[in-house]
């Protein structure tokens, strides 16, 4: 077993290939740590908020990308890595198809809180487990978990409500930590 820095976060690795666990010590998201004032949505915008997150969650794991069409705003922005800001659906829908192919994946969406910031406005926190598996027959994942790459972290949207609907205005994803063998997601982390 050694240490290795991969992407900032301090992790064992039983060899260059296979990563055992990450450790991330970054501060949760901005909004948590310095939370706006809080007003609680409706139950039906905490629904469809709720709706809109997890289309975009389903839309990536089945690799239905124009679905993303529906939960994306036109003017949308994102940033996966923290490296790259994506602006609009089509560099978000290309993004995304590049880095998943050949990969499956299973989105995991927990905690969610979400601090609706005026009528048509509103921030959520989702934390989440993203598992990418690669390789094997049909991509299923091989022994040892060499084929397989898991990253534990959070969504930070801005919403906004158009026309009834709401839609992700801005997405930035953020990490705690990570385990497997991250060159699964190399063109992923890489864009």
């Excluded at 124009?66 to 923290?82: R, W």
């Excluded at 497997?180 to 864009?191: I, M, P, Q, Y």
Aim: charged share 10%.
């Amino acid at each position: 077993m050694r240490t290795a820095t991969i992407a900032g976060l301090t992790c064992l690795a039983l060899n260059a290939l296979t990563v055992v666990h990450c450790l991330s010590l970054a501060p949760p998201p901005i909004g948590i740590n310095n939370p706006l004032p809080t007003t609680n949505p409706s139950a039906s915008d905490f629904a469809a908020i709720h709706q809109t997150l997890s289309l975009f969650a389903v839309s990536i794991d089945l690799k239905k990308f124009d679905l993303l069409s529906t939960v994306f705003h036109p003017d949308a922005t994102a940033n996966f890595t923290g490296d790259s800001l994506l602006v609009g659906i089509p560099a978000i829908k290309s993004y995304l198809a590049k880095g998943l192919a050949g990969l499956k994946s299973q989105h995991h969406l927990g905690t969610l809180y979400i601090n609706q910031t005026g009528p048509n406005t509103a921030m959520s926190y989702n934390w989440l487990q993203g598992t990418f598996f690669g390789g094997g027959a049909g991509g299923n994942a091989g022994g040892g978990g060499e084929q397989v790459f898991s990253n534990f972290g959070y969504y930070e949207d801005g919403l906004v409500k158009e026309g009834g609907r709401w839609y992700i205005k801005s997405k930035v994803t953020g990490g705690f930590g990570q385990y497997g063998n991250e060159s699964l997601v190399a063109t992923l982390l890489n864009g």
